[in-house]
């Protein structure tokens, strides 16, 4: 049986689509028709998903009578790193944004308000994977390809330490505190760190490659994605694992399905939200128990800030782009094409209000983010 869409809902998203486009932009005929397509096919599969008490998407105005969108303008465009950029962070102020090279082995510092490159160093290894900044935003961690983990002072780019080398490239790094540093890599083990002693105080092997390691303040805990391959295939399911402090294992959750590609942590506490191909989950840190479900493309990045729930997508993921969710009730606040085959890399401002990409163009851009009132 067909479900019906309302034609005030169907024409609330073509607005919210062609706003979503700077003008003139060629790719606006190109991308429109088919995402209004796909959201107009989300909002029938919530509909649906009503009469069975599931939580899905919704797309949907505020209940004041206004479209409780966002507008994504573009801010700035930076030159980025030749041969691509992998990683990108802000400072915990907002004031700097972070990249790392993914073939020339460099770190950018650039000033969010100028758009100036203001600080550049190399590491020595190329392929920079992943990068953490510590609460304080005294320190720089990277991790590269190789295997090397190194800290920095992100103020100057003075080499704090090199504090050794994972088997494999290295997929995870996190901040407990602004002495212990964790990381996880291809080589299937995940490694506490104190970073001005440089010293290795504790490492666990786990079933498979760590994709990501987040600190769960409130209970001083963590919480690890780790890929589990079964008899020498790709991957065949994902387990998030709850670690204390300790680095012992405390409680599991088999998720189903393959390749966790992020898990982020909310700054208010208590949620986390993940992605793999079927869609994104958030759930309850302490309890792992789902609290909604937001089905889309598989989404390469994620980045939770303040009240939004921010993904970037590639072409092969059936979602390109950027996609801003509001993540209690996962409301698509915004979307944009944002680089030609969609986005690699993400950051998000801790309140919430711009976003950095980077795609395999070579190049970043900052996005501002505003109330889109349909105006």
Not at 150 to 174: D, P
Request: net charge positive; with cysteine.
């Amino acid at each position: 049986m067909m479900i019906p869409v309302r034609r005030t809902r169907v024409k609330r998203l073509r607005r919210f689509l062609w706003a979503s486009y700077p003008s003139g932009a060629g790719r606006r005929v190109k991308y429109s028709m088919p995402l209004l397509c796909l959201l107009i096919l989300l909002n029938m599969t919530a509909d649906a998903g009503t009469h069975s008490g599931e939580r899905q998407l919704v797309v949907e105005g505020s209940t004041d009578g206004q479209d409780s969108l966002e507008d994504i303008a573009l801010a700035k465009t930076l030159p980025g790193h030749k041969g691509g950029t992998y990683a990108l962070l802000f400072s915990p102020g907002g004031r700097y944004l972070v990249s790392g090279g993914w073939t020339d082995g460099t770190v950018r510092v650039w000033s969010v308000e100028t758009g100036r490159e203001v600080l550049f160093w190399r590491l020595g290894d190329p392929w920079i994977t992943c990068l953490a900044i510590s609460e304080s935003g005294e320190y720089l961690a990277t991790g590269s390809g190789c295997g090397r983990v190194q800290v920095w002072r992100l103020q100057t780019g003075e080499l704090v330490g090199t504090l050794g080398k994972h088997g494999a490239e290295i997929s995870a790094l996190c901040f407990a505190s602004e002495d212990i540093l964790l990381s996880g890599g291809g080589d299937c083990t995940i490694r506490l760190w104190h970073v001005r002693e440089k010293l290795l105080q504790r490492s666990v092997c786990t079933t498979g490659k760590v994709k990501a390691i987040v600190h769960i303040a409130d209970n001083d805990t963590f919480l690890a994605a780790v890929d589990v391959a079964l008899q020498g295939r790709a991957c065949d399911t994902a387990t998030l694992l709850v670690l204390d402090k300790e680095l012992q294992v405390k409680s599991t959750l088999e998720t189903g399905g393959p390749l966790i590609s992020m898990v982020v942590k909310s700054n208010r506490g208590g949620q986390v939200a993940y992605s793999q191909p079927g869609g994104m989950y958030v759930i309850d840190s302490h309890t792992l128990e789902t609290r909604i479900v937001i089905p889309t493309g598989w989404q390469r990045r994620l980045a939770w800030e303040a009240d939004k729930l921010v993904s970037g997508g590639e072409i092969p993921s059936g979602a390109p782009g950027v996609h801003v969710w509001d993540p209690q009730t996962g409301l698509m606040l915004a979307t944009h094409v944002a680089h030609p085959g969609g986005v690699v890399a993400l950051s998000l401002t801790c309140d919430g209000k711009m976003i950095a990409t980077c795609g395999r163009d070579d190049v970043i851009r900052l996005w501002q983010l505003s109330r889109w009132t349909g105006a």
